[in-house]
């Protein structure tokens, strides 16, 4: 368990080497930039902006082009292939790529455009399409839709309401415009809500019968064409068939880009990365002839740096030591084992400065109780393969779901440990299938004992775990003080709660409540009841007279030491709080023994035997996972509640180098962390 020591890093370098050095500084991802001498005389920024936009609208058009891609071309992926991560390529094969980039991001282009075209071309069909259905009641017309009339009459061509009959049409006529008799309506089609009808009048009474018909909600056709319905139509579906065969045509244009993905991934990536050197460019001072740049590196990779940088290129490169006063970011530095406990630290919060990296000690802690709340071998076994198997089959995964799945690896070798101990195995699942479809009493008997036959046993072993991991992390705070040579602060802090505690525990364990709950009386002899009583009394003294030291107030002092000393209650409250060890365990076993009691009812039969394997599977998938779910979040709670609470503080801040953040492939490099 460590922190890597970082170090400042200053570097003065010419300005025409600024794009290599960035560059190399990028691909070697070892540096956190920080800011440096801001606002000097002399020195001014360089306004990239421009220059960011355009290359993030070139990456932006390959990741259009790849989007494209997907919806015309997709590719075949398994369901796991989220667990693939990204496609790694060696440095020379990248270069030699990136000579036809151009043409590259041309093709892109092309492939961005004939979608748009598609686009445009199915919004044409949509449009189309609507006017086809708008016209569809119109098709026993047989007249062109725009016909007006002859010389002397009118046609008035709409719709009206289509709660109006016939006679209904005529009356509104008869009343609206009584003077009007030569007017001829026919329905060319109709439904509930409309009719469509041609009216037939005078040309010069035309104005009066539409006036008349608009009182009961008449309109004209809005389509106006010179062919008839049925035409008109004809003619929009050979437009709508011949759109969409252009489109079937550009699509296929399209899938012949499908070898090209690759290639759009690496040019998009390329951009990106160049986006993110000219952010970092802007950012820093520069005179004519030079610029500045600084920032945090580990202090293992600074020789690193300095061949990399120092030696090729003519610049000035100073480190030192972070200040007193400054707080470097923070990177962990730990075994395999540990390195998959670190997400669960990064979650409640990296070490602060003073703090000391816990990663170690809790991962050990963490399986261990883990695999003690699940408890069944067969569960751990499963989970153990599966995350073994992925983590083989899919090295290039992200590191995040790397430690992740690591993680649950060693918390299912655990379980399996946990489990052949307590013998659990799917359950109690052989002894069911032996006795049900059998007709036998087969056991596996339990490597140390059965919780659910003796739960005070595991009660009592899990307080003692408990008791372990708070003395740890104690032990951990006293380390802390010993080594800022705080030696007042250890004795008060830590040796007194010492003390005390471990006063009481020997005050306890002969009493007749904690015989009650182990079941036997344990005796001591008179020297160590003795000893347990003066230690008691020296922790309970020297508590309540030095916790309040740091005032000069007698009784406020003795104040706050009575509510330090009334915290001895805190102490038996987090004790306590492991005997969720006890119920996540005892959980697990009923729960699987109740799936298989609910499989085996079907008794011994064809039938039977069906039901059981239903069960069986579903009921103990449903186990695991709710099992899973509840060690994961409880084995959480006790290392950031009752653990943490003892010794850490949290809240550093993550080492973030500059580095190449690309989305599709890795480069090949020689790594330096």
Request: charged letters at 25%.
């Amino acid at each position: 368990m460590a922190i890597m020591q970082m170090q400042k890093v200053s570097i003065c370098a010419l300005k025409k080497d600024r794009k290599a050095i960035l560059e190399k500084i990028q691909s070697m991802g070892i540096m956190e930039i920080t800011p440096v001498l801001e606002d000097e005389e002399g020195l001014e920024k360089l306004n990239t902006a421009s220059s960011r936009a355009v290359f993030d609208k070139r990456a932006q058009v390959a990741d259009q082009a790849l989007d494209v891609l997907d919806l015309y071309v997709p590719e075949k992926k398994s369901m796991l292939s989220s667990l693939e991560g990204k496609d790694l390529i060696d440095r020379e094969s990248y270069e030699k790529l990136l000579e036809d980039k151009g043409k590259i991001l041309e093709k892109a282009g092309k492939l961005v455009s004939m979608n748009k075209e598609i686009a445009e071309k199915r919004s044409t069909i949509l449009k189309l399409e609507n006017q086809i259905e708008a016209i569809t009641p119109w098709l026993p017309l047989d007249i062109p839709m725009n016909f007006d009339g002859t010389s002397r009459t009118a046609v008035l061509i709409g719709t009206i309401s289509g709660a109006l009959t016939l006679e209904q049409v005529y009356a509104v006529l008869a009343e609206q415009a009584p003077e009007v008799d030569a007017v001829d309506v026919s329905v060319v089609s109709a439904d509930k809500d409309v009719a469509y009808i041609a009216a037939i009048c005078l040309k010069n009474e035309a104005q009066e019968v539409e006036n008349a018909l608009r009182t009961g909600g008449f309109a004209r056709l809005s389509v106006k064409s010179r062919d008839i319905p049925s035409v008109y139509k004809q003619k929009l579906e050979e437009k709508i068939e011949k759109l969409n065969k252009e489109i079937s045509e550009t699509e296929a244009k399209i899938a012949e880009y499908g070898a090209a993905r690759s290639e759009f991934r690496q040019v998009s990536d390329y951009f990106r990365v160049r986006a993110e050197k000219y952010e970092v460019l802007g950012t820093l001072p520069q005179s004519k002839k030079t610029f500045l740049l600084g920032g945090f590196v580990p202090a293992k990779v600074v020789p690193a740096l300095e061949k990399e940088i120092g030696e090729r290129f003519d610049c000035t490169l100073d480190v030192e030591d972070v200040k007193e006063d400054e707080e470097a970011p923070v990177l962990l530095k730990n075994n395999k084992v540990s390195q998959a406990v670190e997400g669960v630290l990064d979650s409640y919060g990296l070490p602060a400065k003073g703090d000391v990296d816990p990663t170690g000690i809790m991962s050990i802690f963490y399986i261990i109780f883990f695999g003690m709340m699940l408890s069944d071998a067969a569960y751990g076994l499963i989970i153990s393969v599966v995350c073994f198997v992925l983590l083989k089959k899919y090295p290039r995964m992200s590191r995040g779901m790397y430690k992740n799945l690591s993680l649950f690896m060693y918390c299912g070798i655990s379980t399996i440990v946990w489990g052949v101990l307590f013998g659990g195995y799917f359950g109690d699942v052989v002894t069911v299938i032996a006795r049900v479809f059998f007709e036998k009493d087969v056991v596996i008997p339990a490597l140390w004992f059965v919780p659910l036959n003796d739960p005070m046993k595991l009660l009592i072993f899990a307080m003692i775990f408990g008791l372990i991991h708070l003395f740890t992390g104690l032990g951990i705070k006293g380390y802390m003080l010993l080594r800022d040579k705080a030696y007042l602060d250890f004795f008060c802090d830590v040796v007194l709660w010492v003390f005390l505690l471990a006063g009481l525990l020997i005050m306890l364990i002969p009493s007749a409540i904690f015989a009650s709950i182990i079941g036997t009386q344990l005796v001591f002899p008179a020297a160590v009841n003795m000893l347990g009583k003066v230690l008691a009394i020296i922790g309970a003294i020297g508590i309540l007279f030095m916790s309040g030291r740091s005032s000069k107030n007698f009784a406020l002092r003795l104040g706050l030491g009575a509510y330090d000393l009334y915290n001895i209650t805190g102490w038996l409250s987090d004790v306590l709080s492991y005997s969720r060890l006890l119920a996540l365990g005892l959980a697990t076993g009923v729960i699987a023994s109740v799936v298989n009691q609910m499989g085996s009812m079907g008794g011994k039969s064809v039938f039977g035997a069906i039901l059981f394997i239903i069960v069986f599977i579903f009921g103990h998938i449903f186990s695991m996972a709710i099992n899973m779910l509840g060690a994961y979040v409880h084995t959480n709670r006790l290392q950031f509640v009752e653990f943490f609470g003892k010794f850490y503080s949290g809240g550093g801040k993550e080492f973030e180098p500059f580095h190449s953040d690309t989305k599709y492939v890795d480069i090949k490099e020689e790594t330096y962390l």
